[in-house]
């Protein structure tokens, strides 16, 4: 029973939880929105858990990200920290401008 956390600042989120999980391979294609003023030194923190419903979730691994070294639109994978054997997530980031538009007049 896997699942994933991200931490962005203040901002904190959860995968669902992908139960009776038969293969080395678990795909969560799940997205989530973060809005920034800037992405430049934001550090996105990832930390994979094995749900226990008995006693505390086993970490499975982690990695910390600077998301302003990481190519844009395209996917990126990245290899877990403190695993038993290699352990890739593949990341999309996507920075879009948020800036008020504003048109221009000609008289």
């Known amino acids: 029973d896997v699942f994933v ?4 600042g203040a901002d904190e989120f959860q995968t669902s939880t992908k139960d009776d999980v038969k ?6 294609n799940e997205r989530f929105d ?4 800037e992405i430049a030194d934001q550090i996105l923190h990832i930390d994979v858990f094995d749900k226990d419903n008995l006693l505390s979730d ?3 691994g982690n990695i910390t990200v600077n ?3 990481i ?3 395209v ?3 990245v290899t877990l920290a403190d695993t038993k054997r290699k352990s890739d997530i593949t990341l999309f980031v996507q920075a879009m401008d948020l800036s008020p538009w ?6």
């Open 5 to 8: 956390k991200l931490r962005v």
């Open 23 to 28: 293969t080395t391979t678990v795909a969560f």
């Open 34 to 37: 973060i809005t920034m003023d």
């Open 58 to 60: 086993d970490t499975l």
């Open 67 to 69: 998301l302003s070294a």
């Open 71 to 73: 190519e844009k639109d």
């Open 75 to 77: 996917d990126v994978d």
């Open 102 to 107: 504003h048109p221009i007049v000609s008289p």
